[in-house]
C-alpha cells in the first residue's frame, strides 16, 4: 500500500483588516478587504466612503527606513524622460540615499 500524504499549502496574504471609518457618516469599525481595495462599504450607511483609518506599514521585524526628520513616507520620483527615478521625503523633501549602502 502506498500512502501519501496531502499537505496543504499556506495561503498568501490576499486580504488587509484593521480600523476603518467613513467619509460619509464618520461611522468607525473594524473591516476586512482584499488587498488592493481602496473603496469600503460603510456597514452603516452603505456607501462606499469608508477607508481603513491608518496606512499600512512594515510588520514586526521588517526593516524600514525613517527620514532624519522621523517622516516614514517617502514618494518615488522620475522626471520626464529620465531612465532613473529618485526616492525623496514627503515630509521634508529631501531625496533619500544610502539605505541599500
Known amino acids: 500500500m502506498n500512502i501519501v500524504q496531502l499537505v496543504r499549502p499556506e495561503p498568501a496574504a490576499s486580504h488587509a ?24 462599504e460603510c456597514p452603516e450607511c452603505h456607501t462606499h466612503r469608508g ?11 521588517d526593516e524600514s527606513f525613517t527620514c532624519r526628520c522621523g517622516s516614514e513616507t517617502f ?23 544610502g539605505w541599500f549602502e
Open 51 to 61: 477607508a481603513f483609518k491608518y496606512p499600512f506599514g512594515p510588520q514586526e521585524g
Open 17 to 40: 483588516a484593521g480600523e476603518c471609518v467613513c467619509a460619509q457618516c464618520k461611522h468607525e469599525w473594524v473591516g476586512m478587504a482584499p488587498l488592493g481595495v481602496t473603496q469600503l
Open 75 to 97: 514618494f518615488i520620483m522620475r522626471k520626464p524622460g529620465h531612465a532613473n527615478g529618485t526616492v525623496c521625503c514627503r515630509g521634508c523633501g529631501v531625496e533619500a540615499t
